[in-house]
């Protein structure tokens, strides 16, 4: 896969339903991606609970940090990567398992050639806002 551009990574990732290990192990899935755009889906359970009985927040920061990095993985030329310099994200609600499934949204708000800035959106199923964040990403040209 390495001669494909990473939107091309990407699109066939989604076609051959090839999954991160880490998207198994939470049980989330990229569903869609566009240039500078990515969107995964995911459905909180008890796995996923910090010891107050609410989903960890840890769970919602790796969606987020997921959608912007693959947002940026997007608009990466072959041979190119990236690596996630600083993540911020705001908790809006609590979530539980009676949430529901959730989708995270990623977007390119800038790319540099050595830098990229992205932000993402954490929902359930009737749009409302959970969590939100905003990355700074390192573009690595070899």
Known sequence: MSALSGLEQLRAMIASNAQPPIGRTLDFSLVEV???????EGNPD??????????????AATLLDSACGIATH??????QAYTTLEL?????????????????????????RRVAFAEAKLTDANGRLLASATSTLLVITP
């Open 34 to 40: 566009d240039e500078g755009r990515a969107v995964f």
């Open 74 to 79: 997007s608009k990466l030329a072959s041979g």
């Open 88 to 112: 911020k994200v705001s908790y809006h609600r609590a979530m539980t398992a009676d949430t529901g499934p959730i989708r995270a949204e990623g977007a390119i708000t800038a790319f540099g």
């Open 46 to 59: 008890a796995r996923t609970y910090n010891p107050l009985g609410t989903v960890h927040g840890g769970y």
